[in-house]
């Protein structure tokens, strides 16, 4: 889905992070493709979705991944995507702000 | 073709359509808070006002902003410059700044876009010209 673009990003938790929506998305795309299963930290229950939440660290930074697959469309839906405000435990181990 | 509206995921509830309005603001580049142009429509969420971007709405966006970018450091600009112009001649600043002759009269009358390096520099210079520009003049001298 993300190689061929089906994604959704909200914008003010996730793109404003960056320098310009361009390079947010460019970003988001490079951390989507590279996720492992170790960087896994949780399910979250949404009004309407399950969500699963991760833990990336960029440039030594320790960030918050939220994201869902909407299967009406289908695509891949980015809600959060900022850096950490608070360790984060994963499969991998506790990520840091 | 026009695309079923999707439904929100911030909310759930509510439908994601796109939405020109006034207000809203974005980070570009240098600037925290620029003003998103008004007639950029953004996927938006008409119950919760969630914002969400696909590639064509970034893409759309990011070049609205750039304009806008743009056109605010231009504006930056010519504020500095006006204010520097009663302390040192353009010809001068020009010198000391490394740029060539007349680049900051095509500048203000619009010819040339300046870098947000250059609106920097002439910011920091502009909030105390005299002093400053006489530093940068001893900066240069010490050779």
Known sequence: ?97 | MTRKARRCHECGIGKVKPLRVKGRYARYKTMPRLEIPKNVAIPTCDNCGAEWMDEEAAQALDKALDKAFRAELRSRAEKAIEALSKHVSQRRLEKLLGLSQGYLSKLRSGDRDPSAELVSQLAMLSKDPRRRIHELEAFWDDG
Do not use: N
Not at chain 1, 12 to 23: G, I, N, W, Y
Not at chain 1, 50 to 55: E, K, P, R, S
């Open chain 1, 1 to 97: 889905m993300v190689a061929c673009g089906k994604l959704f990003v909200q914008r003010t938790r996730a793109l404003d992070f960056f320098s310009s929506p361009r390079e947010a998305l460019a970003t988001v795309k490079e951390v989507l493709v590279g996720l492992e299963l170790g960087s896994f930290a949780h399910s979250v229950k949404l009004t309407w979705d399950v969500a699963d939440v991760y833990g990336v660290v960029i440039e030594e930074e320790g960030w918050y991944l939220k994201i869902t697959v909407d299967e009406e469309e289908p695509e891949l839906v980015v809600i959060s995507f900022h850096p950490l405000e608070r360790p984060l435990r994963t499969r991998g181990g506790v990520i840091e702000p």
